[in-house]
């Protein structure tokens, strides 16, 4: 599927793409996102019911990508990564790409109801020039429509064996609610992101503390 704006902005799935523009798709997804937090990307490209990986292409250059799975059940999918080209950052692509992303995820019968996880600002209160970036990406979500969930004691399991769990923030875009999430819906979607993303157990302490952290 393919949705295109007039400035040639459009979404295609990754396994449209040639040899080559998937290698730049790589290369982006190296950019944007360090070790620790990165899955091998084979396992992000491989078609499936479950996963799909979009891929923003200007002309016929890949300028950003979105990865996503369906979050068991629930009604929701999960935005497991979504990054720009290093290029490409600060001239409005990745606002962009959003609709065409959101378009495209209703073309493929996936829920446009999407949950995240965000580097915990708080965490890099040392350090103030991460701390900046870290609140950045939140206000450009927040500028997509998102919001920031009352949840403070997530914390995202370690991914590639490279660091310790990680404190997170969670957000979430449901055009229907807004920013209105019951907490019992937060809970549930808490639940399912430790049990169908990570498969930890229902009674792990990291799961356990995690809902005893949502607020109202």
Not at 51 to 72: K, R
Not at 91 to 119: D, K, M, S
Not at 163 to 187: I, T
């Amino acid at each position: 599927m393919t949705s295109r704006r007039p400035d040639d902005l459009r979404v295609v799935n990754c396994d449209e793409l040639a040899l080559d523009q998937q290698a730049q798709v790589v290369d982006i997804y190296a950019q944007a996102f360090p070790p620790e937090l990165r899955v091998p990307f084979a396992e992000l490209a491989k078609p499936g019911p479950g996963g799909l990986l979009h891929v923003a292409v200007d002309g016929s250059e890949p300028v950003g990508f979105a990865a996503n799975m369906l979050l068991g059940q629930t009604g929701w999918t999960f935005l497991r990564y979504y990054g720009i080209s290093a290029a490409r950052r600060g001239r409005g692509v990745g606002q962009r790409f959003w609709p065409l992303l959101l378009a495209a995820l209703e073309y493929a019968g996936f829920p446009t109801r999407i949950v995240f996880e965000v580097e915990d600002p708080r965490d890099a209160a040392a350090d103030p020039a991460e701390e900046a970036v870290r609140v950045a990406r939140i206000i450009f979500w927040e500028r997509c429509g998102a919001r920031l969930l009352p949840v403070d004691g997530y914390v995202m399991p370690d991914l590639a064996g490279l660091a310790a769990p990680e404190p997170m923030r969670l957000m979430a875009y449901d055009a229907a609610s807004g920013s209105n999430l019951p907490p019992g819906l937060v809970a549930d979607l808490v639940a399912a992101l430790y049990t169908c993303r990570y498969g930890l157990d229902g009674n792990d302490p990291m799961v356990l503390a995690a809902l005893g952290s949502i607020g109202s």
